[in-house]
């Protein structure tokens, strides 16, 4: 069977990290989305796991696409994708311990997140390696680019800190927007989190409405 | 039987290949992470009781309810015995909540206590972590008698230091619940048996 020829890996690229990115415009992987970006830490580590895994997942499938028969097929992505987040869990948890116990239950979740099997499923069964891996990376960095931007939103208004990987909390509001309590709590619950998501989601589909104006004016 | 071989050689390949690469690496992690435990551990530990320098383990006859049950005797640079920490376990809301709880050289009055490891809902039942001074819960415990079970109360009683009514989050957080009964363990199934490894 030949390449999907639609496009260069370039462009497949560019397409998981904007015009099909899985969180603002597939609107896959809520859970984790909401879940964890809480923190900038907690977006990143997650954005980064989750990237291993479909980064590895795309590249077996697509080496072995030839030898996967039809019927068994979800059990083979399933099996692939539940041993790397498994590596990728005990990798946290020996190396970014504490980070591994913010996240907690969401890095096995990751198994789930529907968009590592969408790109199995869509692309990788189909595509040779290349293409796969060029799917495979842009849809990671979407992911993290749509989690880092909750994230920072989110820990700003509701802690007064950005905290990077491996550093200490940064912080970016004068010392009287946590010391009186008055930081955002509501934005590192919940409830926050969907009118983040929503906010974002919104203004990403108006950029996307304009460009499309735009191109066929 | 070779229809399933035909079928399945793949998926159960695949299989082997994958067991062996989380075997190995879970026996290249597994040091790391058992220290990285520890390490969570001795700084619980030295958060809640003042003073310690080294601690040796002491065998106990009855355990908790989780067997990750372990009891500390704490010493100071001398050798003196400080207090002691007792790692403790129980069911949580959402899972198992660990904490370690700093009992005085007595035995007769908590030091402190601190969940060490816990996945409970963030901003509600994660307040039993000690954060800082916004989460009052767990500070609460400092200094309380070790002498009858705590009960949980709705109503502000955290500075009610002589009584053993500990202030709930909110009403409604069933952690605050669940941290109270595994003091309460502490303090009735292991705190007696303590006199004798004085």
Redesign the interface.
Known sequence: MADEDNGSNLQQFKEGVLSNNPVLVQLLGMCPTLAVT?SVENALVMGAAATFVVVMSNLITSA?RN???P??RI??FT??IA?FV??AD??L???M?KVS?QL??FIPLIIVNCMIICRAEVVAIKNGVGRSLADAFGIGIGFTLALLILGVVREWLGSGTITFPFADPISVMPAAFTAN?HNW?IM???PGAFLTLGVVVGISNQIRARREKGGAA | MKKFVD??W??LA??VV?AA??AA??TG?ND??KA??V??LNQAIEEVVPGVETKEQIEIEETGAGDETAVYKCLDADGNLVGWAVQAAGPGF??KITLVAGLSREGDRLTGIKPI?H?ET???GNKIDVKDE?NFYPLQYAGRSTAAPFELFKERVRDAKDTNRIEAITGATYSSQYVMEIVNDVITRIRPQLAEHR
Do not use: C, Q, W
Request: avoid cysteine; glycine fraction near 8%.
């Open positions: 809480n072995l030898l996967i028969k019927h068994v059990l083979i099996l692939t041993t498994t590596i005990l990798t948890k020996a190396f311990y116990l907690g239950a309590g709590i590192i619950l919940p | 079928e399945s793949l998926v695949m299989g994958f690469l989380l690496t879970h992690l790391r992470i990285n435990e390490e969570a959402i899972d490891k996945t963030p901003g509600l916004l």
